[in-house]
């Protein structure tokens, strides 16, 4: 198993250009989760998604949206990229509702929007 | 309404001698309670969990941590640190009765440095 996989790795964009980051995860789980990552602020998270085509706000949702079209994909999209969305990008998943396990992370994307 | 603190940015040992990051948390009801390590460039990784049971938990690479409910506390612990121990290291509670959407909610993070 691959687990939690990102796409990309790294991107360099230019203030109001858009963009979509991509989560896949091959663990068949129900809850998919994105967050930010900025130095001196931890894990904030900007959506989530507890099943296939269904999607909520998490902490910080402003100037990004999301999709979940398919279960193993959960999509991040920036319609017009602002230098505060300068940041690095973490996708996770968990199995399903009612158990304590715990989430499984990707490997980052690094966003930096000049 | 749940948090958790992590009161130390930043954490310094020598190699060989014990390590204890610290946690305290705040829930309505009983937590769940994870630790995870983060090494540079990388994703979070899952270390160890509280769920019920023992209060003493043991996890991945050598580390353990202690649930305190009078305390609130969930201190992370290792005997004896390594130089391949340093990394930042997040604390997260969930609370079980929390509706459904069972997002956990993760602390600030500490910097653990150990020093050869």
């Known amino acids: 198993n691959a687990g939690v996989t990102q796409t990309p790795k790294f991107r360099v964009l230019k203030t109001g250009q858009s963009m979509t980051l991509l989560c896949a995860q091959d663990m068949n789980h129900e809850y998919m989760y994105w967050y930010r990552q900025d130095p001196g602020m931890g894990l904030r998270l900007i959506h989530y998604s507890v099943g296939e085509g269904t999607t909520a706000k998490g902490e910080v949702p402003d100037g990004y949206n999301v999709s979940r079209l398919k279960k193993q994909n959960f999509l991040l999209g920036l319609e017009s990229a602002a230098p505060s969305q300068t940041s690095v990008y973490f996708c996770a998943s968990r199995s399903s509702p009612g158990t304590g396990d715990e989430q499984y992370f990707g490997p980052g994307t690094r966003l930096t929007v000049t | 309404a749940q948090s958790v603190a992590q009161p130390e940015d930043q954490v310094n040992v020598a190699e060989g001698n014990p390590l204890t990051v610290k946690c305290t948390y705040s829930?309505?009801?009983?937590?769940?309670l994870f630790w995870y390590v983060q090494y540079p460039n990388r994703g979070l990784q899952f270390l160890l969990k509280y769920i019920t049971g023992d209060n003493l938990v043991k996890g991945s690479y050598g580390f353990e941590a202690e649930f305190n409910k009078s305390q609130t506390s969930f201190h992370l612990k290792k005997p004896s640190a390594l130089v391949s121990d340093s990394a930042l290291y997040f604390c997260a509670v969930r609370d079980p009765l929390t509706g459904g959407s069972y997002i956990p909610t993760f602390g600030r993070g500490t910097s653990l440095i150990v020093h050869p």
């Open positions: 829930v309505s009801g009983n937590p769940y």
